[in-house]
């Protein structure tokens, strides 16, 4: 989509009609998907965008089907994203470290004319090739088709014709600019004090990377040229061609002062990095300038001629299609390996009830430790009358895992991202927030249950009736009867609000009186979910039962021998 600021994006149809709440920090490590970006981004800043178009949500339905479309394009055409990521790429390239980079001042010498002239260069082949490849693809995502819309539309007007000769008729003459020759002065101390621009050269110099060379002419005293006047030779003899120019310079001198009197190196004081030499560029702009003035003058008349076009537009695409690429490359990869992913259903606002039904999900952190036909998928819906689920069973039976995994599949399905299931359809939550036991290091002050206590009134008050709440072990902290009683009154205000909301807990209790919980006025329900166990093993499946309480212990204790008989008929 091409925006009214003239960028195009692929994230949002409409980005400035858009409104996102970002999430807590806290939620994207309690879903585990810090663990899971860090795979699959490519370098540290990628975990940062990823992270930043997760955290940022929209319940607006148009943008997660519009992101759910334009990933599917790009997770079915490897082709498309591959050559688009390597000509963006060096679109960003340039674009760091060209035009955008300019020092102050004057910004219509040479170097910045020069470094304009680039940028259109690199506008006029992005766009050729951006254009080539959408064009024949069969393309189905309205932001895909968008995109290449745009594309085409610049590509054929006809002043988008007159930049690419006036650019490619331009860098033919500005290309016959191959070196300039600057001349520095030096004090008693070998301190660079001045410099200045001698020519603007047709040819380049000679490289002989022979350090020696500059060293022994400079060294003995009857070999120093009398004259500061150049003489003509081209031999150039960098003192560090992976460093800048002065910095070279600066080192060479210091060699040769070292290798007369070892004793200079104890007191030589070399001109720092931040006096201002890094700038020769700008200090040598107004010179060059005037030397090549005839081109800067064409230069000034070419670039005049198309102030509103930049580069930027498209490179901002960069992120964008970074976060859709990670993750298409992470999914296609999965899917070889056996594991399941599909495209969410976006359920139109006023028919969702923000509602959700998730048939055979997974945890995306099992992926990691397990094979697929190793790991038991679940189903679960949310709808008008379920809202809140109160999730019970044993110890290591997959109730964090299922907890965890309800949040991914919404910040994976709100960003487009195809999810860990056979089949996901749901309404966007506002919010997805979770209530996770908390580090010791944050309940000195107020102890286990206040800052528990605290917590939950915070993440309380930003909810509504289309947030998700995951919480896991709430109010666990304190004994069995502080915790329960915290608890009902906790479920039943969170049955007013009527937002959708997972409770793990070991307080078997709260689920059995979930009848006493539900009040008649309201039309939201709680409903106990259950971890359920077959001969007293964990099978991690859940599903909609009474808590198993003491049938469960029960069964544990005849397991491993601690029941009355078993322990009376022990003979000491």
Sequence with gaps: MLTESGSFSILFPRPEEVRCRELPETVWHDLGLDV????????????????????HLTDDPAVSAWRCDVFADILNHPEIRERMMKLLEQVKTFYDY??????????????????????????????????????????????????YGSIDR???????????????????????????????????????????????????????????????????????????????????YPANPQAGFLAGAGRAVETAAVLRNPVAAMTLARVPDADGTAGVTRQMDSAASMLASRIVRRLKDLLGKYLNISV????????????????????????????????????????????????????????????????????????????????????RGGKTTITQAAGQLFLLAQGGIFVPAERFSFSPADLVLTHFPADEDQ?????????????????????????LLLLNETFSTTSFEEGYFIAVDAVKAMLERGCRVIYNTHMHKLAADLDSINSPRCPSRAVSLVAETVEGQNSFRVRIAPPEGKSFARSIAEKYGVTYESLTALQP
Excluded at 36 to 55: D, G
Excluded at 98 to 122: C, Q
Excluded at 447 to 464: A, H, Q
Aim: glycine share 8%; with cysteine.
């Design 36 to 55: 899971i970006v860090e795979k699959l981004a490519h370098q540290p800043q990628e975990v940062q965008l990823i992270r930043r178009v997760m955290t």
């Design 443 to 467: 309940t000195m002050d107020l102890g286990r249950l206040g800052e528990e206590c605290r917590r939950f009134r915070e993440i309380y008050g930003l909810c509504s009736g289309h947030s």
């Design 154 to 236: 610049i590509y054929r007007e006809n002043g988008f014709a007159a930049l690419k000769k006036d650019v490619e008729e331009m860098h033919s003459s500005a290309s016959e600019l191959k070196s300039v020759t600057v001349g520095i002065n030096l004090n008693d101390r070998f301190e660079a004090v001045s410099l200045g621009l001698i020519s603007v050269n047709r040819k380049p110099f000679t490289q002989s990377g022979i350090l020696k060379n500059f060293i022994r002419s400079v060294s003995p005293k009857d070999q120093l040229q009398p004259e500061a006047d150049w003489d003509g030779r081209t031999s150039f």
């Design 98 to 147: 060209g035009i955008v980079n300019r020092g102050t001042g004057d910004e219509s010498g040479l170097w910045d004319l020069m470094h304009r002239l680039e940028e259109y260069r690199s506008y006029v082949i992005t766009i050729e090739a951006l254009h080539e490849c959408l064009a024949d693809q069969d393309l189905v995502s309205e932001g895909l088709r968008n995109l």
């Design 312 to 395: 930027k537009a498209i490179a901002d695409l960069i992120p964008e299609l970074v976060y859709y690429t990670r993750w298409a490359e992470y999914i296609e990869k999965r899917r070889a390996e056996g594991w399941i992913f599909c495209k969410p259903e976006v359920l139109p606002a006023e028919a969702g009830g923000a509602g959700m039904q998730a048939e055979g999900f997974y945890n995306l952190k099992l992926i990691s430790a397990l094979r697929p036909g190793q790991v038991t998928p679940n189903t679960l819906g949310f709808d008008r009358e379920k809202r809140i689920y109160i999730l019970t069973g044993a110890n």
